[in-house]
C-alpha cells in the first residue's frame, strides 16, 4: 500500500525485495548495457507484472543502475548494523523463523542476497536524500499563501494494518487460517498508521469503501502482490494550524521531489552510455 505522491518515489518498498531475485536458468540474454555493467533479459522478467511491462520494467533497471553507480561514484556507503536491524525487522514480520527462511528459499535467495538487496536500497534511499531531497526548499511564503486561499475541513482518518504477500494463494490461506483462530491477525500484521481513503490507491480504496473497524478484508490486489488490510480505528480531525502547514509543506515538497527527481536521473542518463540491445531499441 502506497500514499499517492509516494508513487514518484524510487525506493523499494518492503516486500518487492523479494520479488527482484534474478532467475538463474537458460541463456543470459543481455537486454541493455549501462556504462560499463549489463542488464540481462531474465533480470527484466523476474520484473515484470501487469502494470509492468518489459519497457517499463527495464527503464526502472536501468535508472537503478545509474543511481548505484552514482551512490558508488560519491562513496555512498552503509553500515553493516544498518542492514543487520532492517534485516531483524523484516524478518519479524513473519510467524516464525522458520517461515521467514522458507519465504526465502520459495523465492531463490539467501540471508546474504537478501542483505545485499537491503544495503543497495539503502545506498539508493541515502543518495536520493542527499542529491534530490537535500536541494528542495519550501518557501513558507507558499505555505501562507496557500493556507489563507483554501479552507481545510475536518477528515475522517483511519488507522491500518495489512499483512501483504506475493501470492493470492498466500493471502487466501492466512485469512482462513485467521478465521479459523489458527493465526491472530495483530501478531503477523504491520501497523501502516493514519491515513485519509484518497491518500490511498484505487484498490484499497474500493475495498475499504464498506469494511467495517475490526473487519478483515478479502484478498486487495497491490503493488506488491496481494494483502489483507483491516481498519483498527477511525478518527475525525480538523489539525491544528501547525499540522495544516505541514501537510501543505509535505504537498509542495512531493510536487518538487517528483520534478527534482526527474532531473537528476535525466542528468545520469544524459551523462551514462546507455544502449538497449537488439529485438529492444536503441537509448
Known amino acids: 500500500m502506497t500514499r499517492n505522491f509516494t508513487l514518484y518515489s524510487l525506493l523499494f518498498t518492503l516486500y518487492s525485495l523479494f520479488f527482484l531475485s534474478p532467475s538463474f536458468s537458460g541463456v543470459f540474454k543481455i537486454a541493455a ?3 560499463n555493467e549489463t542488464i ?24 537503478e543502475t545509474l543511481l548505484l553507480q552514482e551512490a558508488k561514484k560519491r562513496q555512498i556507503e552503509i553500515d553493516k548494523k544498518t542492514v543487520d536491524e532492517e534485516f531483524k525487522r523484516i524478518k519479524e514480520k513473519f510467524s516464525s523463523p522458520e517461515d521467514f527462511y522458507r519465504r526465502l528459499a520459495n523465492e531463490g535467495l539467501t ?6 538487496k537491503l544495503e543497495k536500497q539503502a545506498r ?7 542529491a534530490v531531497g537535500g536541494a528542495i526548499f ?3 511564503r507558499e505555505i501562507e499563501e496557500r493556507q489563507q486561499q483554501e479552507n481545510f475541513p475536518k477528515k475522517n482518518f483511519y488507522r491500518l ?3 501483504s504477500r506475493k501470492e493470492k494463494r498466500e493471502v487466501e490461506e492466512i485469512s482462513r487460517r485467521i478465521k ?9 500484521a504491520t501497523d501502516l498508521g493514519y491515513f485519509q481513503k484518497e491518500e490511498l490507491s484505487p484498490p484499497f480504496q474500493s475495498a475499504l469503501a464498506t469494511l467495517k473497524i475490526g473487519e478483515l478484508s478479502k484478498p486487495i490486489k497491490s503493488e506488491e502482490g496481494y494483502a489483507l488490510v483491516c481498519i483498527t480505528e477511525e478518527k475525525e480531525k480538523a489539525g491544528s494550524q501547525e ?12 510536487g518538487k521531489f517528483k520534478e527534482r527527481y526527474q532531473e537528476f536521473i535525466a542528468g545520469l542518463k544524459k551523462n551514462a552510455y546507455i544502449e538497449i540491445k537488439q529485438n529492444f531499441g536503441r537509448r
Open 124 to 130: 539508493i534511499q541515502k543518495l536520493i536524500n542527499q
Open 243 to 254: 499540522e495544516i502547514r505541514q501537510v501543505i509543506k509535505e504537498e509542495f515538497f512531493a
Open 161 to 163: 494494518s495489512e499483512i
Open 33 to 35: 548495457v549501462v556504462n
Open 180 to 188: 479459523n483462530g489458527e493465526l491472530k491477525f495483530s501478531e503477523l
Open 111 to 116: 540471508a546474504h542476497q537478501l542483505k545485499e
Open 138 to 140: 519550501v518557501n513558507p
Open 40 to 63: 540481462t533479459e531474465n533480470e527484466v522478467k523476474e520484473l515484470m507484472n501487469p502494470d509492468k511491462d518489459f519497457s517499463s520494467a527495464l527503464n526502472y533497471l536501468i535508472e
